[in-house]
């Protein structure tokens, strides 16, 4: 996915922007960068790949390069960015996060008129944001432009641009998939995407925007240039994995919700007569930990941490752009306490079950660690279409997902017209899919929390919330 910090101030921010956009770390492992300006040296830009080194890391050879009033940097799992622009519209940098479904359409027609050009990556690919770029451009200033883009993208788009003059201007998605936040201190403004980064900085909370909200920031403060939209879907999957325990999305904090969210799942069990005898109830590191919380609990099954990863050196197990390396990686990362494993009945609750590749390797090494049973609950519904909204995943076909491919095992093409029955574990095609799972995967047990049960532990309307990879529904 991504995500982005940007600051203006009476003061140097450059330091602001460094550790602001390193608290976004947990929202991508591709590509990063950071760009500054100030009234005398003008615009500096530096970008580097973060796939096997953390943010952190490759800028801090950087900072005494910089200098500026104003600011922005962002992580990327798309395209290397920020950009640097010049058009008809000024000189200004831009960096986005989303996705284009129609970016190849978009294209076409920006060359139909001739006299354009792209840079291309080495496959022929454009540049995501400098696409977006080339939609604003063409119009007459910067917020039309903005809005522009916005809706001629198939997709969602988020973005901040820093002007030439000291301003910067964010726009969230018009349907407010992502989260958009403003922060304050006595010098100047920020903007990002997580709370929790310009908290640890001094400042607080000061706005938040609304869906396809435009807004600018100077460092005497902050003014709405395209005001909200009434609707808004934002995305349940900020809660349920992305969004880091400290955030906060539309006034509800991801730890909290995963706490809630453990304990339904726990309560619709017990009421079911599902909820099994076992020793443990644990956590598949690291945010399916305060889901298991929850779920433990309330059932009054002891937690514990059978296994614990080991991150110094592998902080993310995808990473590595090879996905042998990856599972390897993820399987080295696994570390067991015997004493927690060794003939006890264990049920760990993920955060999400989507291709079921690394949760393989891990009942694997559960089994082979002594555990005499292995229980799995996902803390959100089947997955059963890719995301088509936001960059969240490699992989862009819904057969990538674990639970597509074992209905086409089970049914065929028949079984994909079936899915919202498969979906829902109370029909018999949702017990064969369970069943199903269990049996590739090795579980003596699964269960998969209901859309009801993730909405009830958010607990905002439900009409508000995008559930689309679990439903299918816009």
């Known amino acids: 996915m991504g995500g982005f910090f940007g600051a203006v101030s009476r003061r140097d921010v450059v330091l ?30 530096q970008i580097h790949s973060i796939t096997n080194t953390p943010f952190r890391t490759k800028f801090e050879k950087d900072l005494a390069d910089f200098k500026g009033c104003c600011g922005i940097g962002c992580i990327s799992d798309s395209d290397p960015q920020p950009l640097l622009v010049r058009s008809h519209l000024g000189l200004y940098t831009i960096t986005t996060v989303g996705i284009i479904n129609n970016a190849e359409k978009l294209v076409e027609t920006y060359f139909s008129d001739h006299g354009h050009q792209f840079m291309a990556m080495s496959s022929g690919r454009v540049n995501m944001t400098e696409l977006v770029a080339a939609l604003i451009n063409e119009k007459e200033d910067l917020v039309s432009g903005i809005r522009h883009a916005q809706e001629q993208i198939d997709g969602s788009m988020t973005l901040l641009l820093m002007t030439g003059k000291g301003e910067i201007l964010a726009a969230r998605d018009l349907l407010g998939r992502l989260p958009v936040l403003i922060g304050e201190n006595r010098d100047g403004y920020c903007v990002s995407f997580e709370s929790f980064a310009y908290h640890k900085l001094g400042y607080h909370d000061a706005y938040e925007l609304g869906p ?17 939209g009434e609707k808004m879907k934002i995305c349940a999957f900020l809660w349920t994995y992305y969004g880091y325990p400290n955030s906060r999305y539309e006034g509800v904090n991801v730890e909290m919700m995963r706490y809630r969210n453990g304990e339904i799942m726990a309560r619709d069990e017990q009421e079911n007569g599902t909820l099994p005898d076992v020793d443990y109830v644990a956590g598949v590191p690291d945010s399916g930990l305060p889901h298991a919380i929850g779920y433990a609990n309330y059932s009054g099954k002891p937690f514990a941490r059978p296994f614990v990863k080991y991150t110094p050196t592998w902080p993310r197990s995808f990473m590595p752009e090879n996905q042998d390396v990856r599972n390897q990686v993820a399987k080295m990362k696994q570390i067991p306490v015997p004493e927690l494993i060794e003939d006890k009945k264990l049920l760990f609750v993920d955060d999400s079950i989507v291709r079921g590749t690394q949760l393989q390797e ?14 799995m609950r996902s803390a959100c519904p089947p997955i059963m279409y890719a995301c088509k909204y936001l960059n969240f995943s490699r992989g862009n076909s819904d057969m990538d997902l674990l639970a597509r491919r074992v209905i086409q095992r089970l049914e065929g093409e028949e079984g994909q017209k079936h899915l919202d029955e498969y979906a829902d574990r109370r029909t018999e095609r949702g017990k064969c899919l369970l069943r199903g799972i269990c049996e590739q995967l090795g579980f003596d047990s699964l269960g998969y929390q209901s859309v009801e049960g993730v909405l009830e532990s958010i607990g905002l309307d439900k009409d508000k919330i995008c559930t689309y990879c679990w439903t299918g529904k816009e």
């Open 16 to 45: 602001d922007v460094f550790f602001g956009v390193d608290y976004h770390s947990h929202l991508g492992t591709r590509n990063a960068g950071m760009a500054l300006w100030d009234p005398k040296e003008g615009f500096q830009r």
């Open 212 to 228: 396809g909200e435009i807004v600018k920031l100077t460092e005497e403060g902050y003014e709405t240039l395209a005001p909200a």
């Open 362 to 375: 891990t009942v694997d090494f559960l089994y082979e660690s002594g555990a005499k049973e292995v229980h």
